[in-house]
């Protein structure tokens, strides 16, 4: 019998769950999870959690699906043993570093790959599963035929997402975030770019829309198919959504799970009537109906997109249109409807009223909250609803929304229900915390004599096309890297051109997503590109390690194979990985932190490239007749739509190429050119050379997070903290220079705050700068606008 598995954001939601017949949940803790703006859970709650829910025979999975820095990991260690202690039913994670640390020292705890891992075949879960993971959750764009070929060719339960929102990039390949802001999607602080609002300069001229927001996952239809097929567990997504949305949802896939043998067609038409109440976005089967990847690829743009859907949830309500400071009745009110657990925060409300929609929120309605900057979304239930001496409505809620933020409803209070409560009331016995554990030491493997032979040290270049390697000949590079594509693999295959550099001077590299429908053809291309003389590889997908097993070649891993911490270097390492392309998310702080000076002759880091920000499984649709859009912040970006699927990229590079010197000073000694998707012109090949030999900047790059790394809430407080506090000794000094007389009295004014001033206006100048602009004018696409 398949698992139902259910979201548990927050305790309400973890309630509505196990009422409406989840077999298990998955939950995370306040760090090292993909979503670390919703609620999640404290320690104590989630060792009761665990407790109850077992003594119900329910299993219950924690989120650790996030990559870490070196930084962080003597707190992952202490994080796993902690979870290692209180025993939930599995882990599921990303970091090739957790697989390691849990392999060595805690091989008890059960490893489910996390959809972030990005694998979508049976030779990416065959590998998983040889390194000791029971679980796959198999990426999200898949079809029904695949689901089968990778349960018919492996033993590893799958796990896959029935219900819920999408990404509009591959699974775990999205870096549109984090080159936006350091918000890493791989670190659980996606803003949803994909959600947001663009302008394109189309054929007929500009045009807006949500050209990049994809409708929801509902697979309801296809859930019979899938349990005949041995699925193990269908997974709703929502650790965000609202607990009204997760019971509705849950109540629909448990009744057609245990009633369709008797009446299929029946019970598939009463679980749809059940979910008819979920507010969210249009529906979409997405890869489900297509049989052929070629169909897929061609279509399934046209079942997830559509420019004229908002990214939001839920029955718009309108805008906030004022804001005031909560009455004592709300506050009253707010600490009633919350549990005694809750943290002072989750009372921080304020009084709004809303214009622009055609209902009126009442008291126990579910509703969602976006800022007008989309840097965050929030659900909440009215708790307080107050008309004023004017007839003006006002209803609670949190207080870091403010005018112009936009309002959704997603449940009524008519819709929601009372659910038995998972905890118990007091929690107070449980009180287990992570320790203070001492990561034991772990060292890179040393360089032996000879083993790069095939990695020298100089600059590589990379390239999409044949044509361009012959571009790139006068750059004299010490090793040429071309990428894998439905163009050069024909090539290649074919003979059709003699290679302007020798077999052993090309570096082949292989794609970062790997589906099952067209992984045999992989496969066989990559026997048929050893057989012919090719060598080395950069691989980016776990499927490509596991087709090259035994092939006796050289594996680079690629930048989408992360190693932001020596713990996932060495998990590779163990896959026979011996050299090593650094994540394009990844700073410099980190890269040295993570390897040590006696092994970076296994680096090569990029100094410039056009970074894939989204990376789409299909054409985009054929109304999308553009090739630049650009945001509200007038940041350009172009897209690239052909037969291997669609790619987002800024118009403008990432470039540290001026920072050539710095990096060999750091004993880096192999950097990556890579123009990849673009067509390379001797101009930019001219300015990138320049750049390297004079240590010039290439003007209005982008940095990407190499200087300030990812964001860090943390550091962003206390640098807030830090800024207020100057304000007030600024105002403290500036009120007692108004109240003092003679240059004596200012003297010492002077000497009691300027070093203070001095150096916190220096900093805040540095800070303020923030990152590089994304503009600059080097890139060429192939192929005409669509």
């Known amino acids: 019998m398949s698992e139902l598995l259910a979201p548990a954001g927050n305790i309400e939601a973890l309630d509505a769950a196990i009422g409406e017949g989840a077999d298990a949940v998955y939950l995370g803790l306040k760090s090292f999870n993909a979503r670390l703006r919703s609620s999640n859970f404290a320690w104590n709650q989630f060792e009761a959690a665990v407790e109850s829910l077992h003594r119900q025979n329910k299993k219950i999975y924690v989120t650790v699906n996030t990559v870490s820095e070196e930084n962080e990991t003597e707190r992952l260690y202490r994080f796993l043993s902690y979870l290692n202690k209180i025993g939930p039913d599995g882990l599921i994670v990303q970091d090739y570093g957790v697989l390691r640390m849990c392999r060595e020292f805690f091989p008890n705890l059960e490893l489910h ?20 993971l029971k679980r796959v959750v198999v990426a999200r764009e898949l079809g029904l035929e695949e689901i089968r070929s990778i349960k018919q060719s492996t033993d590893c339960e799958i796990e896959m997402f029935v219900h819920g929102a999408l990404c509009v990039s591959e699974s775990g390949l999205c870096l549109f975030s984090s080159f936006l802001g350091g918000k890493s999607a791989n670190r659980g602080m996606c803003t949803q770019a994909c959600r947001r609002f663009y302008t394109a300069d189309c054929d007929s001229g500009q045009k807006q829309g949500y050209y990049f927001s994809p409708s929801d996952l509902q697979l309801i239809e296809q859930i019979p198919d899938l349990m005949d097929m041995g699925v193990e567990s269908f997974k709703i997504e929502g650790r965000m959504k609202s607990a009204e949305y997760v019971g509705a949802v849950t109540a629909a896939y448990r009744y057609l799970m245990d009633h369709y043998r008797e009446d ?15 507010f969210a976005r249009s529906k979409t089967t997405y890869w489900y109906n297509f049989k052929t990847n070629d169909d897929g690829v061609n279509n399934a743009g046209e079942a997830i997109l559509n420019p004229n859907q908002a990214g939001g949830t839920g029955i718009y309500l309108g805008k906030i249109f004022k804001t005031k400071p909560a009455t004592q009745k709300a506050l009253e009110n707010s600490k ?31 509703i969602r909250l976006h800022r007008k900057d989309d840097s965050g979304r929030e659900s909440y239930k009215v708790r307080t609803v107050e008309v004023d001496d004017d007839g003006v409505r006002w209803i609670d809620i949190p207080k870091s929304f403010t005018r112009d933020d936009e309002v959704y409803l997603l449940q009524t209070k008519s819709m929601s229900k009372r659910y038995s409560r998972v905890l118990p009331q007091d929690i107070g016995k449980y009180r287990q915390q992570p320790g203070d554990e001492i990561l034991p030491v772990m060292d890179l493997t040393p360089v032996a004599k000879n083993e790069l032979s095939y990695f020298p040290e100089g600059m590589y270049v990379q390239v999409s096309t044949i044509a361009d390697l012959f571009q790139i000949q006068s750059m004299n590079p010490v090793r040429v890297i071309l990428e894998l594509n439905f163009e050069t693999e024909e090539d290649l295959v074919l003979h059709k051109t003699v290679l302007p550099f020798s077999k052993k001077q090309v570096i082949i590299s292989l794609p970062p997503y790997v589906p099952e429908a067209t992984s045999d053809k992989l496969a066989k291309t990559l026997e048929f590109l050893v057989e012919d003389g090719f060598k080395t590889f950069v691989v980016n997908n776990l499927a490509e390690v596991y087709m090259l097993k035994d092939k006796n070649v050289n594996m680079i891993a690629g930048s989408y194979l992360y190693t932001f911490n020596r713990w996932a270097v060495s998990w590779l390492e163990n896959q026979n990985f011996g050299a090593f392309i650094t994540p394009l998310e990844n700073n410099r702080q980190n890269i040295i932190e993570t390897f040590d000076k006696d092994v970076r002759e296994r680096l090569l880091v990029t100094v410039y490239a056009y970074p894939a920000l989204f990376r789409m499984r299909f054409r985009l649709p054929e ?45 880096i000694k192999r950097i990556l050119i890579d123009f990849s998707r673009t067509k390379v012109t001797r101009a930019e090949v001219k300015t990138v050379l320049t750049s390297l030999i004079k240590g010039q900047v290439i003007p209005e790059t982008s940095r990407f997070n190499w200087k300030d790394g990812f964001y860090n809430p943390e550091k962003m407080e206390a640098y807030k903290a830090a800024s207020e506090r100057n304000m007030e000794r600024k105002a403290e000094y500036e009120s007692l220079k108004a109240g003092k007389s003679g240059s004596r009295g200012k003297n010492r004014l002077e000497k009691r705050f300027s070093n203070d001033f001095g150096n916190s206006n220096r900093n805040t100048h540095s800070k303020a700068k923030g990152r590089a602009n994304n503009k600059d004018s080097f890139s060429n696409f192939y192929g005409k606008k669509r």
Do not use: H
Not at 114 to 131: D, P, R, W
Not at 344 to 361: F, H, N, Q, R, V
Not at 657 to 664: G, H, I, N, R, V
């Open 336 to 366: 009633l409807a919350l549990s005694s657990e809750a943290d002072e925060k989750d009372i921080s409300i304020a009084m709004a009223t809303l214009s622009g929609g055609s209902y009126e929120p009442d008291p126990g309605d579910s």
């Open 623 to 667: 109304s999308y007749n553009f090739m630049y859009f650009w945001d509200k912040e007038e940041i350009t970006f172009k897209v690239l739509s052909n037969k291997d699927g669609s790619v987002v990229m800024p118009e403008k590079p990432f470039s540290i190429t001026e920072k050539y010197s710095q990096l060999q000073k750091d004993g």
């Open 113 to 132: 790959g996390s959809t972030q891992i990005n694998v979508e075949s049976a030779a990416g879960v065959k590998l998983l599963q040889n390194a000791g």
């Open 264 to 278: 299929k067609k029946g019970s598939i038409a009463a679980a749809k009537r059940m979910l008819s109440t979920d």
